[in-house]
């Protein structure tokens, strides 16, 4: 009699499982790393409504050597309408002008040409609600760099 109770509730515990394993999708937070394995997991991190996706890196970056990766995605949000804002280091003086701190990101207007070479209509439609923010701060050495970047819902 017990095993005909518990065989069916170890069934469902077991079924429970392996469907909330699969159900996992990253959130909070993707490392970037330049494989094709950091789209796909961005894309399924910016599916989820209403949260904010944090990229970190592994190795210090320069916002004027963004990775061509991440620049297609910052530009997307850009050429769907969305904003893309600097967050200078804290305790730093900020200029007057934004547009004199976006003289620290040359290379993000090499955006431009990421854009182009934007194939995946996936990276599109899963920036297209987002803003993106790219948070500096400075080192130990003293050197500008990227903390991280934010994709938030846009408002």
């Known amino acids: 009699m017990k095993l005909r109770i518990l065989l069916p509730l ?3 515990t077991c079924l429970a499982t392996a469907q ?12 970037f ?7 796909t997991d961005l894309e399924k991190a910016l ?8 990229v970190t890196f592994y190795e210090r970056t ?10 297609k995605w910052i530009s997307s949000v850009e050429k769907s309408g969305g904003r893309v804002d600097v967050e200078p280091p804290a ?3 900020t200029p007057r002008s934004p547009a004199l701190l976006l003289g620290l990101l040359g290379g993000l ?5 990421a854009w182009g070479e934007i194939r995946e209509q996936a990276v599109v439609r899963a920036a297209q609600t987002r803003d993106a923010v790219i948070v500096l701060e400075r080192n130990a050495n003293g050197e500008i760099i990227v903390a991280r970047v934010s994709f ?3 408002k």
Request: charged share 20%.
């Open 152 to 154: 938030m819902p846009r």
């Open 10 to 12: 170890a069934f469902l």
């Open 47 to 54: 599916a989820i409504e209403n949260a904010t996706v944090n």
């Open 62 to 71: 320069s916002p004027n050597n963004m990775p061509n990766r991440l620049q």
């Open 109 to 113: 207007w090499s955006s431009i040409k």
């Open 91 to 93: 305790d730093e003086p």
């Open 20 to 31: 909330a394993v699969h159900a996992q999708v990253p959130t909070g937070s993707v490392r």
């Open 33 to 39: 790393i330049d494989i094709t394995k950091f789209d």
